[in-house]
């Protein structure tokens, strides 16, 4: 599946302000089928379309207030060993490869200041690890979404 017409878009951005909905719910809000719904959701999941159904938690009542982006530059031909080290962080919750003067962008949480600068220097201590940026977040401004691009026309 290549392309989603009108109403696997419907259905997904109905998914996207609400992902907990059941099929039933969903087949109201649009009007649809419980079969045309619960068909076209296992299509969709079929195709890719859904990236996770792990719930997100919020590491700060686990006591994680703070959150950071460390920028990793690093040895090109390193990059599978250095991504398998940082991975046995468990700070570490996210990281996406870049194109660019970074190499890596990483995501962690912590506790304080003094816990991300542990973090950092356990990063900097992955052999292949040249140096790191580190910019604490400050806030989210504009969340996960794709609710704009599945209401532009196809």
Do not use: W
């Amino acid at each position: 599946m290549t392309g989603y017409d009108d109403v696997d878009r419907a259905l997904l951005g109905a998914l996207g302000g609400d992902p907990r909905a059941t099929v039933v719910a969903l087949a109201d809000r649009l009007g649809l089928s419980r079969n045309t719904v619960q068909a076209r959701m296992a299509r969709l999941e079929t195709s890719g379309a859904f990236l996770s159904f792990e719930r997100s938690i919020d590491p700060v009542p686990i006591g994680y207030p703070l959150e950071a982006f460390v920028s990793v530059h690093l040895q090109q031909k390193r990059l599978t060993e250095v991504v398998a080290a940082i991975s046995e962080i468990p700070e570490v919750i996210q990281a996406h490869g870049l194109s660019g003067s970074v190499d890596l962008l990483v995501r962690v949480v912590c506790r304080d200041a003094h816990d991300l600068f542990r973090i950092d220097g356990e990063i900097l201590a992955i052999g292949g690890v040249e140096r790191t940026e580190t910019s604490l977040a400050m806030g989210e401004l504009i969340p996960y979404r794709l609710g704009p691009l599945l209401e532009r026309p196809s």
